[in-house]
Structures are given as C-alpha cells and as structure tokens.
C-alpha cells in the first residue's frame, strides 16, 4: 500500500494515478473525501485526515509501506512560513512509529537554508528533518510548476494579459504536475536501497515571454506579458490577499529564484511541453464553460 499526501491535488492525484494504472493499492490522503471521487473510481481508498494532526496521520500510515511525503500550502493569507513550518513538523513526527520502509517527499528547486524565504527554507527543512532520522528516503527538487499559471488563463483571455513577478526574458525551470507524479510513482517503486535527491523538469527552459505566447496561441488571440517590478513584488502580493508576513516571504523567495537560481547539471526531464500544457488547461476550461 503506497500512502499518497496531498492526494487530490495536481502533484498527489497525477501520482496516486500513475500507481493505480501499475496495478498498486492506492490510499490518498485529504481532507475533503469527495474531492477524490475520480481516484475512488480508479481503485484508491480514501483517508480524510488533517496532516497535523499526528496521530491520526500516523494511524494511516500504519496501513502502508512507502508514502508520498507533500507539504501543503499554507493559506497565503496567514503567516505562511509558520504554518508551514509546523505542518513540516507534524508531518515528520507521524513518521515515527508509523512502519513504514521509504517515503518519496517533495521538495524545490533552490531549496536552502534561512528564514522568511517562504518554500525555499520550509522544504530544505524537510530535507534536513528526514535526513536526520532512520527512514529511507528520495527527495524530488521539483521545478516552478506549470499549473502556477493556471490562473492567468482568466486575464489572458479577458484582458490579453499574463502577469508575472519575472522578466520577461528570465529562463525559467518549469514542470508540469503530471510529469511530477509520474517520477513520485516511479521512485515510490524503487528497490528501498535508492534514495537521493532528483531534480525534476519540464522538456526545456521557458521564458515568462514564452508563457505569453502560449496563452497567445492557445487562446487564439494577441497576449502580452506584464512583469511587475521588484520593488513593487510586496505590494503585489499584498493586493493577492496575502498577509504582510506572506508577502514579505513570497517576495524573498521570489527574489532568490531570481537571483540564485539553482542549476542541476542532469535533472531529469519531463515530457510535457509548457505549449502543451497551457493548450489543454485553455481546452478545459472552454469545456467546463459549456
């Protein structure tokens, strides 16, 4: 029994699956059950527990043997480096106790060490927390996800407009989430003796200009990219909805992205193209709308 973390989101569910189609006994973990109504479909079981709340969570992964480790995020309209910082804890303390002989945790591109820094030093804490006890474990450095521009389908197609707090011409890892699942499937099936860190992206590098063009193309219509500048990236993400202690974070985190960007010498390679995602996210959309 694989145990999936976030089990209904775009990572979780493309992993839950991936396994279901080999033939593995699935359980998701959420907490709305009828969001996995299509895993349910598919041969998953279903636990709806909060992650923080360690025994429970450590009750359900007593059922497994390997598990998904994925840190949900915080909503951005609280101190999101806190919350997630004592998600990343209770997570971790489930661990003990629970069994299990391997967990595959998601992490990020440039994680590293430091405070207020929002993912970038949440996930290297979660890397470092289970370096530091017996459970083997594969750490997936993902790249920025693709479905972190899903919501700029609506100005696209409304205003001809996609946002950005990146220039236009900075190249940028991306993944889709499917692509992402896939090598969580892949590793949650490896021999318990191969762990590491792997670092995991799309075909190629893409530009913000390139998400433009996507969007362009898919839609059909003229879409230009609006980046906003650096000393407006608080403001921005306050006008969002985020607290000051979020935005402050977000603003860090997005700086480091920026300006220290981390280079993998072979990351594994999705096979997503970022045109391909943004094509069938414009085709979902056009078809939920009908």
Known sequence: MHIILGGTGHVGSAAAATLLRR??????VTRDAGKAAHLVEQ???VAEVDVRDVEALRKVLKRGRRAFLLNPPAD???DTDTRERETVAAITAALEGSGLEKVVAESAYGAQPGE????????YGLEQKLAAQALPASIIRAAYYMSNWDGALETARRDGVVNSFFPADF??????PRDLGEAAARLLLEPVGQTGIHYVEGPRRYSCADVARA??????RDVRLVSTPRERWVEAYRQLGFS?????AYARMTAATLDEPEEPERPERGKISLENYIAALVGKQSALAM
């Open 23 to 28: 033939g593995e006994a699935v359980t998701v």
């Open 43 to 45: 041969g998953a079981e």
């Open 76 to 78: 951005p309209s609280t």
């Open 116 to 123: 207020g820094i929002g993912d970038l030093s949440v996930l």
């Open 171 to 176: 190249q940028l890892p991306m993944v889709a």
């Open 215 to 220: 969007f362009a193309e898919a839609l059909g």
């Open 244 to 248: 000051e202690a979020a935005a402050k």
